[in-house]
């Protein structure tokens, strides 16, 4: 199976918004809804912001939100902070829900 | 507080086994699956398989089937992956994670990742 496909980069200035696209097949991000999100700077672990396409775990920002449409996924971050600079991931469901594929992964630099 | 603590750095021939670990605390092991992710050097993340250890029901990736052998004993809540033979192209961090309850790509906790190197 092929990693989703990300941007390899976006960028943005404090307090604007970003979106970044996650796009794979109907075998897995239109096939189910349980598309994630992963916030990684560098040297740490990932950190799950977005999990079932659109819901937030506790104590994150509700400037991240999620959204699918088709086969594409993607992540919004409003209100742009410094901190916010780390690559994303997508993740999603795929085969059956026996195995999960990750996005190539996006580097948020923050302007 | 759940935690994910992951055995440490490795460093190994080509050709040579090892097992890492992941010791969990503060929820009940048996109850959420685990999942392995590996990320090689400058790259992403790839999702390598999970397993339930409350029965031990175990599902690859088709990229790691047969590579690697992902297990996990209960009675020390703690999971593991292992290789039969290492090669260079397994020298990545690797990751274990507490999936998400009732979710299939949701990896709520991590572990702080494990660097195996290997090099002739």
């Known amino acids: 199976q092929s990693a989703l496909t990300q941007p390899r980069s976006v960028s943005g200035s404090p307090g604007q918004s970003v979106t970044i696209s996650c796009t794979g097949t109907?075998?897995?991000?239109?096939?189910?809804?349980?598309v994630s999100w992963y916030q990684q700077h560098p040297g740490k672990a990932p950190k799950l912001m977005i999990y079932?396409?659109?819901k937030r775990p506790s104590g994150v920002s509700n400037r991240f939100s999620g959204s699918k449409s088709g086969n594409t996924a993607s992540l919004t971050i409003s209100g742009l902070q410094a901190e916010d600079e780390a690559d994303y991931y997508c993740?999603?469901?795929?085969?059956?829900?026996?195995?999960?594929?990750f996005g190539g992964g996006t580097n948020l630099t923050v302007l | 507080e759940v935690q994910l603590v992951q055995s440490g750095a490795e460093v190994k021939k080509p050709g040579e086994s090892l097992k890492i670990s992941c010791k969990v605390s503060?929820?009940?092991?048996?109850?959420?699956?685990i999942g392995w992710v590996r990320q090689m050097p400058g790259k992403g993340l790839e999702w390598m398989g999970i397993?339930?250890?409350?029965?031990?029901?175990?599902r690859y990736s088709p990229s790691f089937q047969g590579q690697v052998t992902i297990s996990a004993d209960k009675s020390i809540s703690t999971a593991y992956l292992q290789w039969g033979g290492l090669k260079a192209s397994d020298t990545g961090n690797y990751y274990c994670?507490?999936?998400?309850?009732?979710?299939?790509?949701?990896?709520?906790?991590w572990g702080q990742g494990t660097l195996i190197t290997v090099s002739s």
């Open positions: 109907s075998s897995d991000v239109g096939g189910y809804d349980y």
């Open positions: 503060g929820y009940t092991f048996s109850n959420y699956w």
């Open positions: 079932d396409v659109n």
């Open positions: 994670a507490r999936r998400l309850s009732g979710s299939y790509s949701s990896f709520d906790y």
């Open positions: 993740c999603s469901s795929a085969g059956s829900y026996s195995y999960v594929i």
């Open positions: 397993i339930y250890p409350g029965d031990s029901e175990t």
